[in-house]
């Protein structure tokens, strides 16, 4: 969807947005700067950005606190919907946004503390802080949660359901018509229509959690797929005329992936990416990601309105969580095994000047 050209207008001035200088494409961030840094500076309004959850779910549940933190410090509207957990806890485990540029200065100052190894001076690295100088994409603290004020007073609407499971004439699952159902009196509610004209625009970011799990589940496992391809197609079609960006986490490994249904989701996503965790895995006793805890693969990459997607610098990315952040990083070799590497090679280099034989006396040092 190309805002630039809706009616003849340029970009509307929306809080918390900026426009991308290689799509003509309004983007917001995912509150992970780092995120955005590999998408190509953030999400397109009209996107659907899907994460397929690690083993335990974990990670993605903190992706998906920072997209709704970084909602309610720029003054966006958030949708959060879920049926296997609270959405109560969400909101109240929403991390608390770090305000003193100090401790973000810090932060970076550590970070350029690390590069301990200078083969690793040269190489590209994923850039972790906002682009242009602009209030665009925050840090946060995972550490500490969003003061009890900030949470009240921001637009949050949330949606549990625990009910009974029934069918209706769309879905085997009627918690899906009653999310659509929810999801679209919230976008008529705030006016996010392209078509319509409100006095203060904004986007609504849409945050929903473990979509297809097994609460999701109808009576076969063939209707339960079909149910959520279904959701997936009446929801981007509302996406795509509304000023709204969604993240939809999906458990991925309870799916089977009978009738490709993973491939499915991902065709039906803007941006598809898979979080490999290393907990419970041979990798995580693996010398190579001891300072990592998981992979994250690019399933699929932004192209609207342009030919090509963008391309990161790298595609071998990973993500540590740290103790008061998450980060995504491009995968180094360890500086062991580089110093091991370059030891080696300079006791194999043959000696030269007056002294130089190819063996060393007894009196050499």
Request: glycine fraction near 6%.
């Amino acid at each position: 969807m190309d805002l630039s050209t809706a009616k003849g207008t340029r970009f509307p001035f929306i809080p918390g947005t900026k426009p991308s200088i290689k799509n003509s494409q309004l983007l917001i961030s995912s509150g992970i700067p780092s995120l955005d840094h590999i998408l190509g500076g953030g999400l397109p309004i009209g996107s659907l950005l899907v994460i397929e959850e690690d083993r335990f779910g974990t990670y993605a549940k903190v992706m998906l606190k920072y997209f709704m933190a970084e909602g309610v410090v720029t003054n966006q509207p958030v949708l959060i919907a879920s049926k296997d957990m609270k959405t109560s806890h969400f909101v109240s485990e929403m991390p608390a946004v770090i305000t003193e540029t100090k401790s973000v200065n810090h932060m970076h100052h550590s970070d350029e503390q690390m590069k301990i190894a200078w083969r690793y001076q040269n190489m590209k690295v994923v850039d972790s802080s906002p682009t242009g100088g602009q209030a665009f994409g925050h840090f946060y603290d995972l550490t500490k949660t969003m003061e009890r004020e900030t949470i009240e007073e921001a637009d949050i609407t949330q949606w549990y359901d625990e009910s009974y499971p029934t069918k209706d004439n769309t879905f085997e699952k009627s918690a899906y018509s009653k999310l659509l159902q929810c999801v679209q009196e919230t976008l008529k509610k705030g006016q996010y229509s392209i078509s319509e004209t409100p006095a203060k625009r904004q986007v609504l970011r849409i945050a929903i959690h473990s979509l297809g799990s097994r609460l999701w589940f109808s009576d076969s496992e063939e209707s339960s797929q079909q149910d959520l391809v279904k959701f997936l197609y009446f929801f981007r079609a509302l996406l795509r005329y509304s000023y709204a960006v969604a993240v939809i986490t999906v458990p991925a490994e309870c799916m089977y992936n009978s009738n490709a249904v993973v491939q499915r989701v991902e065709h039906l996503s803007d941006v598809a990416i898979k979080l490999e965790s290393f907990m419970g895995s041979r990798k995580e006793t693996n010398p190579l990601f001891k300072d990592y805890h998981g992979l994250l693969h690019l399933k699929k990459l932004l192209a609207l309105n342009t030919i090509a997607s963008h391309t990161p610098e790298s595609l071998d990315l990973v993500f540590k969580l740290r103790r008061k952040k998450f980060v995504i990083e491009v995968l180094h070799l360890p500086p062991e095994l580089g110093e091991t590497v370059q030891r080696e090679q300079d006791e194999a280099a043959p000696t030269t000047g007056c002294g130089g034989q190819s063996h060393k006396s007894l009196l050499d040092f």
